[in-house]
């Protein structure tokens, strides 16, 4: 009988390391590409990717890299807790006409450690119908 006892509990705090290295953090955007649409030049060019942690880990969000000068992008400093939203804001520079097809790429300690990002759409110039 303490054999048995003691072979459940080792097999319990087996499967309970197992489950600790388990803890993985995901990042879930609700959407993965901003359409800016048709701008007027100089206009607000904040725009916002909201995400979630659906993992059971924090969230850390180590790096956000623009594919171009004339989008700054803003990640969250603070570890982002299992279930918690979170925002990365785009700022794209609205003094340069024309199209806009940028990627940003979001580097995290989630289980998919890199998801790029897209942001799209026209800005026009003065007079532009």
Known sequence: ??????????????????YAQDATAKIEFKSETIDYGEIDKGSDGVRVFEFTNTGNAPLVISAVRSSCGCTIPKKPEEP??????????????????????????????????????????????????
């Open 1 to 18: 009988m303490m054999k048995k006892t003691v072979l459940m509990l080792f097999v319990g705090l087996v499967s309970l390391g197992i």
């Open 80 to 129: 982002i807790m299992p279930g918690e939203t979170g925002k990365i804001e785009v700022k794209y520079d609205t003094n340069r006409v024309g199209p806009i097809r940028k990627a940003i790429t979001v580097t995290s300690n989630a289980d998919v450690p890199t998801k790029v990002l897209k942001i799209k759409g026209t800005v026009k110039g003065p007079g532009a119908k």
